[in-house]
Nanobody
Framework: QVQLVESGGGLVQAGGSLRLSCSAS????????MAWFRQPPGKERDLVAR????????TYADSVKGRFTISLDNAENTVWLQMNSLKPEDTAVYYC??????????WGQGTQVTVSS
């Protein structure tokens, strides 16, 4: 069973940068794709970025294109989210997820990112 542990959240001023990391363990060979989601206060959880494990194909939400970069190290079973030019509207709990072609079946505990104006 895949387990995910996130780290790297925190408080940053607008325009600043943060790097989130997510380490996967247990049954990682079954993972087809990994992703970062975020959930702002009082709102739904939405996809931020995803990456396919073998092809490294990436997809980004329009709101983060050009500012965020998702990357993956298969050897270390780790996925990162580099977040630059952060805005107050990026404030949310960020979740790492692992999945197959149909859905995401493993989730991390979440890490808080707060961007002050």
């Amino acid at each position: 069973q895949v387990q995910l542990v996130e780290s790297g959240g925190g408080l940053v001023q607008a325009g600043g940068s943060l790097r989130l990391s997510c380490s996967a363990s247990g049954g990682t060979s079954s993972i087809y794709r990994m992703a970062w989601f975020r959930q702002p206060p009082g709102k739904e959880r939405d996809l931020v970025a995803r990456i396919r494990r073998i092809t490294r194909t990436t997809t980004y939400a329009d709101s983060v294109k050009g500012r965020f970069t998702i990357s993956l190290d298969n050897a270390e079973n780790t996925v990162w989210l580099q977040m630059n030019s952060l805005k107050p509207e990026d404030t949310a709990v960020y979740y790492c997820a692992a999945g197959n072609t149909a859905n995401y079946y493993a989730w991390g505990q979440g890490t808080q990112v707060t961007v002050s104006s």
